[in-house]
């Protein structure tokens, strides 16, 4: 649960988000009184007031309210005397901070609390009350960061708007993206992630979206959620957690998106690549400068990207951006250069060959989308002579007792969308590698191997000029060193002129 409404105007917030002690008192509601009436804590030392919150103590700290959080790995108590001298305003501690190692020197407050990890939510609650920006919430097992930096950065275009950094979609960077609105903002676009049942819930009741989009509900978590269903109900606790004045966007291509509309007290907008709906894409293509579409089956539409996903996202965007007052003209120009997320399907050109790093994270839908892009590119040799399609794939992670099954239905996916060759780096990929055996690659064109290192050496022996290479897994693998390692190697023959070509 969240700390109970407060009663003062949004007006209150003004000046909150000036920086530096100094200029922090002024207009800013984080008193060490309100920090203690919000988060039901006991005030230990009274100071200035905060200019805003940070759970970082190795970033900056001036004038800050710092809470210190506990984890698996780490303790943010211990870092307390450090952010003092570091000018912090405020501190937030738990129980075991010993407050007499406080430096009495520093003018700082101190509020104790049971639980500084709920203290942090119920802090950004109040804050997401006393600001009047519409906020967008996005949730969905794919596409969640990419539309969430497409859509701020299309709605920044028309208004002052704030935007989750990076994934910051748990009880940490979600309350931290909150606390990023200040009294000008118009829009802020909220990233909401889970891994667990009930997330979604807690982080749906701190943001109070006026808008909701789901992306797709897809096999991810598993081993968290425990089945699709549970992914569904999961992420059907966003459209629940709506307003009635709220509008609630949904993938009308996903049945379990398309049953959200009936727990939502709020408008519903369908968005589809397949029918007509409230949004919806017709004849997409993919070519060398991404993916073309006609957006209502007449306006022709330009994306940066590769990939139906990215339409998808698109439509979503428009749909959102559209409602919040920005002009359908200028979204869809802001479109034409949406920033990509960083390795998600990002292309990058060395040596004649083009890497598609899409490293971030892997499961078995995102994996599918990233195939169908690549095969969409078509074939402008003739196959087998050049631009083959490489898949470097390594293991998808939190799939529980479903991993088998899908990863070998993977392999079969590369087969099916007509990949050249396969990479399967881990024992962990092993599977995807039987699949693909099974559905019918030759052995010849199947390859597994124990980590990047030797992932790296293969393909320095197997790629050629002309080569289009996709690399995905789930984080941890950590396949991204594989892309960086790769590119670097390529672009030096590029300077030793040995090499030319690729896609541009």
Same mark, same amino acid.
């Given at each position: 649960?969240?700390?109970?409404?407060?009663?003062?105007?949004?007006?209150?917030?003004?000046?909150?988000?000036?920086?530096?002690?100094?200029?922090?008192?002024?207009?800013?509601?984080?008193?060490?009184?309100?920090?203690?009436?919000?988060? /039901?804590?006991?005030?230990?030392?009274?100071?200035?007031?905060?200019?805003?919150?940070?759970?970082?103590?190795?970033?900056?700290?001036?004038?800050?309210? #710092?809470?210190?959080?506990?984890?698996?790995?780490?303790?943010?108590? =211990? #870092?307390?005397?450090?952010?003092? $001298?570091?000018?912090?305003?405020?501190?937030? *501690?738990?129980?075991?901070?010993?407050?007499?190692?406080?430096?009495?020197?520093?003018?700082?407050?101190?509020?104790?609390?049971?639980?500084?990890?709920?203290?942090?939510?119920?802090?950004?609650?109040?804050?997401?009350?006393?600001?009047?920006?519409?906020?967008?919430?996005?949730?969905?097992?794919?596409?969640?960061?990419?539309?969430?930096?497409?859509?701020?950065?299309?709605?920044?275009?028309?208004?002052?708007?704030?935007?989750?950094?990076?994934?910051? @979609? @748990?009880?940490? /960077?979600?309350?931290?993206?909150?606390? !990023?609105?200040?009294?000008?903002?118009?829009?802020?676009?909220?990233?909401?992630?889970?891994?667990?049942?009930?997330?979604?819930?807690?982080?749906?009741?701190?943001?109070?979206?006026?808008?909701?989009?789901?992306?797709?509900?897809?096999?991810?978590?598993?081993?968290?959620?425990?089945?699709?269903?549970?992914?569904?109900?999961?992420?059907?606790?966003?459209?629940?957690?709506?307003?009635? %004045?709220?509008?609630?966007?949904? @993938?009308?291509?996903?049945?379990?998106? =398309?049953?959200?509309?009936?727990?939502?007290?709020?408008? *519903?907008?369908?968005?589809?690549?397949?029918?007509?709906?409230?949004?919806?894409?017709?004849?997409?293509?993919?070519?060398?400068?991404?993916?073309?579409?006609?957006?209502?089956?007449?306006?022709?539409?330009?994306?940066?990207?590769?990939?139906?996903?990215? *339409?998808?996202?698109?439509?979503?965007?428009?749909?959102?951006?559209?409602?919040?007052?920005?002009?359908?003209?200028?979204?869809?120009?802001?479109? !034409?250069?949406?920033?990509?997320?960083?390795?998600?399907?990002?292309?990058?050109?060395?040596?004649?060959?083009?890497? #598609?790093?899409?490293?971030?994270?892997? @499961?078995?839908?995102?994996? =599918? $989308?990233?195939?169908?892009?690549?095969?969409?590119?078509? %074939?402008?040799?003739?196959?087998?002579?050049?631009?083959?399609?490489? &898949?470097?794939?390594?293991?998808?992670?939190?799939?529980?007792?479903?991993?088998?099954?899908?990863?070998? %239905?993977?392999?079969?996916?590369?087969?099916?969308?007509?990949?050249?060759?396969?990479? /399967?780096?881990? +024992?962990?990929?092993?599977?995807?590698?039987?699949?693909?055996? !099974?559905?019918?690659?030759?052995?010849?064109?199947?390859?597994?191997?124990?980590?990047?290192?030797?992932? #790296?050496?293969?393909?320095?022996?197997?790629?050629?000029?002309?080569?289009?290479?996709?690399?995905?897994?789930?984080?941890? *693998? +950590?396949?991204?060193?594989?892309?960086?390692?790769? &590119? !670097?190697?390529?672009?030096?023959?590029?300077?030793?002129?040995?090499?030319?070509?690729?896609?541009?």
């Amino acid at each position: 649960m969240v700390a109970p409404m407060s009663r003062r105007s949004p007006d209150a917030a003004e000046g909150s988000a000036a920086s530096g002690r100094g200029r922090a008192a002024r207009g800013s509601w984080l008193t060490a009184a309100a920090v203690a009436r919000v988060t /039901g804590g006991e005030i230990l030392a009274r100071g200035t007031a905060a200019s805003t919150v940070t759970t970082d103590s190795r970033g900056d700290c001036e004038g800050r309210l #710092f809470v210190a959080l506990r984890g698996q790995n780490h303790d943010g108590h =211990r #870092f307390c005397a450090d952010v003092l $001298a570091r000018g912090a305003a405020g501190l937030l *501690v738990d129980h075991g901070y010993d407050a007499a190692s406080r430096n009495r020197l520093q003018p700082a407050f101190v509020v104790r609390v049971p639980d500084t990890g709920k203290a942090l939510l119920d802090l950004a609650a109040e804050h997401r009350r006393r600001h009047r920006a519409r906020v967008v919430g996005i949730t969905g097992s794919c596409g969640k960061t990419s539309t969430k930096e497409w859509l701020g950065a299309v709605l920044a275009a028309s208004m002052p708007t704030v935007r989750s950094p990076a994934s910051f @979609n @748990n009880q940490v /960077g979600v309350p931290l993206t909150l606390f !990023a609105i200040e009294p000008k903002t118009r829009a802020a676009v909220v990233e909401i992630g889970t891994n667990a049942p009930g997330e979604i819930a807690q982080l749906t009741e701190v943001v109070r979206p006026d808008v909701g989009i789901v992306t797709c509900v897809a096999p991810a978590h598993l081993a968290g959620l425990g089945s699709i269903e549970g992914v569904m109900r999961e992420k059907s606790a966003l459209p629940a957690g709506l307003p009635e %004045d709220g509008l609630c966007i949904l @993938n009308g291509d996903d049945a379990s998106c =398309r049953a959200m509309a009936e727990l939502t007290r709020a408008r *519903v907008q369908l968005f589809s690549v397949t029918r007509a709906t409230d949004w919806f894409a017709t004849d997409v293509r993919f070519h060398a400068l991404g993916t073309t579409f006609l957006l209502q089956g007449e306006r022709p539409v330009t994306l940066p990207r590769l990939g139906t996903h990215n *339409v998808y996202n698109a439509l979503a965007v428009i749909a959102a951006a559209t409602h919040l007052g920005a002009a359908e003209e200028d979204v869809l120009r802001a479109l !034409a250069s949406v920033p990509s997320a960083a390795r998600r399907l990002e292309p990058q050109c060395a040596g004649g060959v083009t890497i #598609f790093d899409d490293t971030y994270n892997m @499961n078995p839908q995102s994996a =599918r $989308a990233a195939l169908q892009a690549l095969a969409g590119l078509g %074939d402008p040799e003739p196959r087998g002579a050049a631009r083959r399609r490489i &898949v470097v794939f390594g293991e998808m992670l939190e799939l529980g007792d479903q991993s088998e099954r899908l990863h070998r %239905d993977l392999g079969a996916e590369v087969v099916r969308t007509r990949q050249d060759l396969l990479v /399967g780096v881990g +024992a962990g990929a092993q599977p995807i590698a039987d699949g693909a055996l !099974a559905a019918g690659m030759p052995a010849a064109n199947v390859h597994r191997v124990d980590d990047v290192n030797a992932a #790296f050496d293969l393909l320095r022996k197997v790629v050629r000029p002309g080569d289009r290479v996709l690399c995905k897994a789930s984080r941890r *693998v +950590a396949l991204d060193r594989l892309v960086d390692r790769l &590119v !670097a190697e390529l672009r030096q023959q590029d300077g030793d002129g040995t090499a030319a070509g690729g896609d541009g």
